[in-house]
């Protein structure tokens, strides 16, 4: 999942914006090209912040060492209504709750649960190991 996805997801359930991202993996950086405006409209994912608190000369290239990562695993967490969604190998799964595979999940959890927060593995939704 590229991090300049985070400036287009919301909450599929209360459609909150922007979501928390923890990365757990992340791919060797690549080559890209050089960017002539922001490709973020709002949010800057590998940042964390709004792009209107970027000085706009570092926009460029930030955005250029943005597209060249990569995030393998990870979390997507709603800081609103407390779900959290897996990256795995890749690709967010942002189900919303009656489509999600439980023992999936749980597996996830655990064998991430030593670089997870506790709102995520203790009282994360749908989901969690407590």
Known sequence: MKYRLLDLLACPIDKHFPLELIVLEEAKPREEKAQNKPVCEKYCGLHGKNVEEFDPTDLAKE????????????????PECGRWFPIIDEIPHMLPDELRDSKEDVAFLRENQDRLPDEI????????LA
């Open 63 to 78: 955005c250029k060492r943005c597209l060249s990562k990569e995030i393998v695993k990870g979390v997507l967490r709603c």
């Open 121 to 128: 593995k203790l009282r994360g939704k749908p989901f969690n």
